[in-house]
């Protein structure tokens, strides 16, 4: 998954001062803060004096790391995606070895990243309707991971694994929106949701079923 490993080493830097140079302990007390405070209360309740006296600084140093508190919910995806990405490392590599443990390493993951960072992936998913910066930051992130599942997918096709049919996109927009919103369900408690322990197996079915038209791909 050489797109996810590129991309997982490149995390932007939405949302930071210019001209500073990323990792700062302030900055990064300042983040930590925000996700803590986060799983106390929703994120528009958080100040920016919660999150300057959290860090152990005044509000106007909070300026010196952070234009907004906007900001800061920008940089914690980031995080949070570049995270997601370098978990899934190589996964995709080596798919013929076996594709229904490597599409299963994928999805879990992912769903332990956003789980690891719950309340970071809910305050986003809420701000995105409000926050265009939010809201286009994810979509550029979705696109990321469709094309890396589109790359796969046509893959499996040419060595005759998965069967030709609907353009491998569309099948990769379909399926990442489908674990986007099956697992925010979960993660959220926001019914019908599939149970924890339960998500990963359902959504791999799902995948299966839908590149290789069978649960059990076969080997090469």
């Known amino acids: 998954m050489t797109t996810a490993r590129a991309a997982a080493g490149n995390t932007a830097t939405r949302g930071r ?5 990323s990792g700062d302990q302030r900055e990064l007390a ?3 803060t925000a996700e803590r405070l986060m799983t106390e209360r929703p994120f528009a309740e958080i100040s920016i004096d919660d999150l300057a006296r959290g860090a ?39 798919m013929a070895d076996d594709p229904r443990s490597r599409w299963r390493d994928l999805i879990g993951r992912f769903h332990d990243t956003f ?6 992936v809910l305050a986003c998913a809420q701000a995105r309707g409000a926050n265009a910066e939010v809201r286009e930051l994810w979509a550029a992130v979705l696109e990321r991971w469709v094309r890396c599942t589109q790359t796969a997918i046509e893959a499996e096709r040419r060595r005759g694994a998965a069967p030709d049919g609907l353009p491998a996109r569309d099948l990769a927009i379909a399926l990442n929106s489908m674990n986007e919103r099956v697992m925010h369900a979960t993660l959220a408690g926001d019914g ?3 149970a924890e322990p339960d998500v990963v197996d359902v959504l791999l079915d799902v995948w299966l079923s839908t590149i290789y038209r069978d649960t059990t791909p076969p080997a090469d």
């Open 115 to 120: 789980r690891a960072h719950k309340a970071v």
């Open 56 to 94: 152990g600084i005044s509000r106007p140093a909070f300026y010196f790391y952070f234009p907004s508190k906007d900001a800061v919910l920008l940089t914690l995806l980031d995080r949070v995606t570049a995270e997601a990405d370098a978990a899934a490392g190589d996964t995709l590599d080596r």
């Open 17 to 21: 001062r210019a001209g500073r140079r």
């Open 30 to 32: 300042i983040l930590a």
């Open 192 to 194: 019908p949701a599939v």
